[in-house]
């Protein structure tokens, strides 16, 4: 398919037997009808000691995707519709066909996607993605924890109100048999009853959706916490209302900390010291955790793995006889820079592997990364299992390479070789993508002070602009070159993008143009090479962390030539720029350095330790 070519919009369809529910007459059950095309069976029962724990941990895997189980129409918001039982389910889907016949495809009606299942010899394992794509559920029933028969298979069930309304009655009185199949023995008739979802899925979010999943084969450092640590979270997170974030700092030998936005509360967790590199992992989904608080006294074990800058981290809880995970992308679609910097992690290609198995069984960690982001098989590390399944069939791949017209064009210009970047980092640390070094110049020994400022003028510095070039049209008389910048600050935030081309001059930094990007993915390509425009610094990062403070005191030192740059304050503060900063000049380079080593020392004395 040709990159020009429109893509094909995906649409999902499922058919089934009847809609999901549970019930606790005559014997508690919980009925799965799975898809038609879908493959595996289970009939098992779990013991009552476990009941609460599954119910628990299935209804906050829902809660993910509940929000999303009506519908919102985009002409008229005010007035959400759900449906439950057979029949609202079929009113529901039938009005949602009716309704996106010939509308706009940004205007269409979609719900959130049916809970994905695999049946494995480990146990069985449920999926879910909200409709934004920047949060996955799974939970693992491991075989130890059921008896019953089970047939190996994977695909998707039926998942609606109805079974979120009627899964709260579940009790630990006794025990509960778990039906997955295509058809199943119900007495009840207002649950059975053939059932068709018809509707499209954005492509925007297929794309992400496959990345959350393949992220989590991505390499990761983890650090584990006690079940009263997340207690002790979940009901801080739920007096503070509002959309806020929590961030959790990691110091190497440290026990890790956690701050909740506006950072006046903070806890260093009970758990075992961190060991890995020093970073600090912000989660803007902070609702997310408090759904599994019920679930905390059934916990055993609470680890976060964290994939790396602007990529997606892994809560896991697990338990004797189940594990949940909750995947959090910790960065909107909006937020163009950190989907750069997932894509050179997670590429996607032009053509995916049409065998999944080749997914699973490849021993090169690159290549299952390669494969696995094409497909969204991936494995969530639970007992070494690896699980595949057919997450979007029939959608049209190669079309999900890029997320937007403009960063295909982006990569387009960054693969024909027209961006050139010229870059320097100013005395603060912050890398400018717009001039090189100025050039130096001498006055001169001249008396008269006109003479100076003429000399002065006639040597000013010239500067290099980084420039993105694109191929010539027909009606233009030459090659346009725009002149794209963009400043990056010492922690990687950018900050002041700027175009001359007309769509920045239409939308600005609400909608970031092709150049600015095009520009951006050059620097991420080259930033491990040395720019000959580029000041080599010498810096270091100390850490102090208190029980009594409730934030953490942070000092940056920086050696630049015959400077020495002292930042300090909170995490917080330093990546806001809102820090106390002050520089330090010398007459020469040793003086400079000296200064900076016994600094250093100084703050170790302090109780500081050094993170980086």
Known sequence: MSERQKPKQYTYKETFSGVSFAQIEPSQSV???????????????????????????????????????????????????????????????????EKNKGRKADEKI??????????????????????RGIQLAA???????????????????????????????????????????????????????????TFPAPLKWLRMSLQLQA????????????????????????????????????????????????????????GAPFSGTTQQLQLIEYDAITRFQDLIPFVQKISIRMTGEALPSFWNLSGEHFSVTLGMANFQQTNWTKGLMLNQALPRLDKPIDEMGNVVSTSDHHSALTHGIQMGAYSINIDGTSFRRDFARGADMPSLKYRSGQERVAYELVGEGKVHVASTIEPNGRRVLMTAIQKPFVLGLEDDAVSKLQLAINNRPERNYSTVSESKKDFQYSIPVFQPRLAILPNGATRLPQCSCTYFLK??????????????????????????????????????????????????????????????????????????????????IDQARNCFHQRIETLEKQGFVQAE
């Open 31 to 97: 009925y799965l009808f799975s898809a038609h095309s879908s493959t595996g069976s289970a009939s098992i029962t779990i013991p009552a000691q476990e009941v609460q724990a599954f119910r628990e941990s299935l209804l906050g895997v829902l809660a993910v995707v509940s929000p999303g189980f009506g519908w919102k129409d985009p002409k008229a918001p005010g007035s959400p519709s759900f449906g439950s039982g057979l029949t609202g389910s079929k009113e529901l889907f039938n009005a949602i066909r």
């Open 110 to 131: 979609w719900t959130s996607l049916d809970m994905m299942y695999s049946i494995t010899e480990q146990g069985i394992l449920f999926e879910v993605i909200d409709k």
């Open 139 to 197: 939970l693992l029933l491991k075989s130890s924890g059921y008896e019953g028969e089970t047939s190996t298979g994977y695909g998707r069930v039926e998942t609606g109100n109805s079974l979120v309304d009627t899964i709260f009655a579940l009790s630990g009185r006794s025990p509960l048999t778990l039906h997955i199949g295509k058809e199943l023995s119900v007495e009840s008739s207002d649950y059975v009853g053939t059932i068709e979802k």
């Open 215 to 270: 992220s989590s084969m991505l390499p990761s450092q983890s650090i584990e916490m006690a079940p009263i640590d997340l207690y002790n979270i979940t009901r801080a997170l739920h007096l503070r209302a509002g959309d806020q974030s929590m961030k959790v700092l990691m110091v190497d030998g440290l026990y890790p900390r956690v701050s909740i936005e506006p950072w006046d509360w903070s806890m260093i967790t009970t």
């Open 507 to 588: 939308y600005g930094d609400k909608k970031i143009c092709a150049h600015v990007q095009a520009l951006y993915i050059q620097y991420l390509q080259t930033c491990k090479t040395k720019d000959p425009a580029t000041i080599q610094l010498d810096d270091t990062l100390l850490v102090k962390i208190s029980e009594d403070s409730p934030s953490e005191e942070v000092h940056t030192l920086r050696l630049q030539n015959k400077r020495v740059i002292e930042e300090w304050g909170s995490f917080f503060e330093l990546n806001n720029q809102t820090c106390r900063r002050q520089v330090l000049a010398f007459n020469q």
